[in-house]
């Protein structure tokens, strides 16, 4: 039952949060805090009774939901669910303290931050492809009102446009799941691999082609992969860096998590099929997320198009179909993750000193804030790949699982890297460095109790990565030799 804890919880606390009166927002807060939490607490029991050597589903739940369908609520959590359950409970109580100060009435923001919490996290640990889609579409609701109802003036626009984005390939996954469940007769995701691999369900190759892509599509515009990222530099720019980080630090990964759960191990044979025109994608995304985020003018739009940047290279990963790739991907979900929330959270405390986004507008900010230039530089630092921090590890392993099977793909990402050192140096030496501008207070108490956790993961799992690929590992083990 302790999955099931897991995700009520939050669900149970945002319930709470919305119902504490208007008038008592300090207790609206800390109940939100609190109840993420406490979440903490029963990932932390999981994590004491998850055995990391054993690559198959534990914790597991089943009971039947739509038994005319072959429908049931089973849950269970290998080594990538387990790592990513750790990245959005480990984040969602330094969102809840980064956004603090970010609604006039935060009982119904940090509600739906909750909310947001509790379906991500189902749909990291069901394993019925049926409820994985339900919650992969529910979530959308509470994106859709933290960026259109709390971001900036063109908050609602993007917000629209993140909707309809996520819907149109939502309906192309119901369209898929639809058939599958005819070929297949349930919607149990490992009967389906069992069923696949002993011979026991034959299905038309090219039927299944059609469904592989149904599902490619959608994960592909939840990443998001390049050419169907378009919605995420708007939300970056207009939501608030909370409700930022969270679409791209956490709901974001649940498109990579897609490919690599349902993808790679529904549709093995596809896979193989469409890995070429998907790896061109994603090295296409890599050097053209780079590009674009060199030539913008708006901080936080040139952090989005590095996260444009790096899921090309998760998504290398998770397609090069190789052990060291797709370990990589994993681990770059989480790196990308600690990275991507501690470069915008902190640029998001600096642009709320000064009241605007554009880069000419600043400038020696390291003479007056010292310290959140610090941070903000060993952020970036995170984020170009330097050896030592966590990111790197990650990205080396894609390279080296990529040049195995495809390097010229593998040398063209490389490329990436290079571009990354350009703009991320050239974005801290127009805002940081040069003359003073103007008087700006440093880091509070309360940005660096959201900042300095963030640095450290990226700096411990930099220099000793093991533990975290020891949990990864073996789960991948079982998606390579699927095939």
């Known amino acids: 039952m302790i999955l099931t804890a897991l995700w009520v919880a939050p669900l149970a606390g945002a319930m709470l949060v919305a119902a504490v009166p208007a008038g008592r927002q300090l207790v609206a807060k800390y109940t939100a805090l609190g109840v993420s939490a406490g979440v903490l607490v029963i990932v932390g029991v999981l994590v004491a009774g998850f055995d990391p050597a054993d690559p198959q589903y534990q914790f597991v739940e089943s009971h039947s939901w739509i038994r005319s369908f072959g429908a049931g609520y089973t849950v269970g959590i290998d080594g990538v669910a387990m790592v990513l359950i750790l990245l959005t409970t480990v984040l969602m109580p330094l969102l809840l303290l980064a956004g603090w100060n970010d609604a006039g009435r935060p009982g119904v923001y940090l509600a739906l931050m909750l909310a947001v919490e509790s379906m991500m996290l189902v749909a990291l640990v069901t394993l019925d492809v049926l409820l994985f889609f339900v919650f992969f579409e529910a979530m959308l609701i509470p994106m859709y009102f933290l960026i259109?109802?709390?971001?900036?003036a063109g908050a609602p626009r993007v917000a629209l446009k993140f909707l309809l984005y996520n819907l149109s390939g939502g309906l192309l996954m119901?369209?898929?799941?639809?058939?599958?469940?005819?070929?297949?007769?349930?919607?149990?995701?490992?009967?389906?691999?069992?069923g696949m691999s002993s011979g026991d369900i034959v299905a038309n190759p090219d039927l299944m082609h059609l469904l592989f892509l149904g599902f490619l599509l959608a994960f592909a515009v939840k990443a998001p992969l390049w050419p169907l990222h378009t919605w995420l530099p708007g939300v970056a720019a207009e939501a608030t860096p909370a409700t930022a980080v969270l679409m791209m630090a956490v709901v974001d990964k649940i498109g990579t998590f897609g490919m690599l759960r349902y993808c790679l191990r529904l549709f093995p044979d596809s896979a193989v099929l469409f890995r070429p025109f998907v790896i061109a994608l994603a090295v296409i995304g890599i050097i053209y997320g780079a590009l674009v985020a060199i030539g913008q003018s708006d901080i936080m739009r040139v952090i989005a198009y590095t996260s444009i940047s790096h899921f090309g290279f998760i998504v290398l990963g998770v397609f090069a179909m190789t052990s060291q790739g797709q370990s990589g991907a994993t681990l770059y979900m989480v790196n990308h993750g600690l990275a991507t929330a501690a470069l915008f959270l902190i640029a998001g405390f600096l642009v709320s000193r000064k009241g605007t986004r554009?880069?000419?507008?600043?400038?020696?900010v390291q003479q007056v804030a010292p310290v959140l230039a610090g941070t903000f530089l060993v952020a970036g630092m995170a984020s170009l790949a330097l050896p030592g921090l966590a990111p790197f590890v990650s990205e080396l392993l894609v390279l080296i699982g990529t040049f195995a099977r495809y390097p010229v793909f593998a040398v063209l990402a490389v490329t990436g890297l290079v571009l990354s050192a350009i703009y991320i140096l050239w974005l801290y030496q127009r805002i940081m460095t040069g003359p003073r501008r103007e008087s700006m207070a440093d880091l509070v108490p309360r940005e660096l109790t959201v900042v300095v956790p963030l640095l450290a993961l990226l700096i411990v799992l930099g220099v000793y990565p093991k533990p975290a690929l020891d949990v990864i590992d073996p789960a991948i083990g079982q998606t390579v030799a699927g095939r």
């Not at 058939?179 to 349930?186: A, H, M, Q, R």
């Not at 554009?358 to 020696?364: E, M, S």
């Open 174 to 194: 119901l369209v898929a799941l639809i058939g599958l469940n005819l070929v297949c007769g349930t919607f149990d995701s490992r009967a389906i691999v069992a």
């Open 358 to 364: 554009l880069i000419a507008d600043y400038g020696g």
């Open 148 to 152: 259109g109802r709390y971001g900036g």
